[in-house]
Nanobody, 121 residues
Framework: QVQLVESGGGLVQAGASLRLSCAASGSIFRLNAMAWYRQAPENQRELVAI???????DYADSVKGRFIISRDDAKNTVYLQMNSLKPEDTAVYYCYIQHRRAFDSRYHDVWGQGTQVTVSS
């Protein structure tokens, strides 16, 4: 069983920075894609940033140039560095990993519990 534990959220003022962390534990043989999503009230969950195994990162236009996603496979951890935060960044942020176990060619999806990020003006 694989679980993700998120940390780093909080309440900050506009212009501040936060770094979110998401550590995976359990039986992981190989990590594939890792990503961050967010969901604000009355909005659909949206992809914020993704970092596949090949390293070709992609970002939502709304965060491009401000957020940086990175990964440390040795620690089974994905990070989201958020700079120049804006009130519209306020949301619950969810991490996501795609992985496979040994002797299993299937990739499995795992979601974190979510961490609240609130940005005041």
């Amino acid at each position: 069983q694989v679980q993700l534990v998120e940390s780093g959220g909080g309440l900050v003022q506009a212009g501040a920075s936060l770094r979110l962390s998401c550590a995976a534990s359990g039986s992981i043989f190989r990590l594939n894609a890792m990503a961050w999503y967010r969901q604000a009230p009355e909005n659909q969950r949206e992809l914020v940033a993704i970092i596949p195994r090949d390293g070709n990162t992609d970002y939502a236009d709304s965060v491009k140039g401000r957020f940086i996603i990175s990964r440390d496979d040795a620690k089974n951890t994905v990070y989201l560095q958020m700079n120049s935060l804006k009130p519209e960044d306020t949301a619950v942020y969810y991490c996501y990993i795609q992985h496979r176990r040994a002797f299993d060619s299937r990739y499995h999806d795992v979601w974190g519990q979510g961490t609240q990020v609130t940005v005041s003006s």
